[in-house]
């Protein structure tokens, strides 16, 4: 029915998270009708991403393809003795907006999963053992998703974590259980992370 280019683009965009037929369909005609300048803005900004993004060997945020180090790594005002563990790098963001964290983060990449076949030796959880039994580590926060598999993965790191003699401590449930971190407002988060919460052992 439609033209394979603009049948390719609608195919591609539907693979996106939370877009569907429709979505996908509106956003490849709104791109035909617009000046060729936004179709080569996008086009460009897509093909730099790869390229661009790297991670950090500290922590696994997003930095700069070739940096070593994250800006929240390199920033010295940072409390280095404090990481906040998080899933992802949206993550991060949503902590960082609330302004309410002054420490360093730990992105793992994702979380526990068994049913999808998502173990330990996926995630970044051997760097972040690494990063602790370094010293200088006071307290660790665990700020998983509050779902089944953000639990399952603060159990997993605090029986890890409890043998180096770190204080482990979790976010409080000012967060609705089911949601991802990446869509709670600032306050909420403001009041999850000044109400963390002691885990306890066993």
Known sequence: MLPRPL????TALERLP??????????????????????EALAQALQELKAGIGFCSECFYLTEAGKRLCAICEDERREAGLICVVEEPLDVIAIERSGAYRGRYHVLHGALSPIEGIGPE???IAPLLERVRRGGVREVIIATNPN?????????LSQQLRPLGVHLTRLARGLPMGSDLEYADPNTLMRALAGRQEIESG
Not at 7 to 10: A, E, V
Not at 148 to 156: I, N, P, Q, S, V
């Open 148 to 156: 089944l598999e953000g639990d399952a993965t603060a159990l997993y």
């Open 122 to 124: 996926d995630l970044k």
């Open 7 to 10: 049948q390719n683009l609608i």
């Open 18 to 39: 939370g877009i569907g037929p429709k979505t996908a369909s509106r956003l490849a005609f709104y791109l035909l009708r617009e000046e060729n300048d936004l179709a």
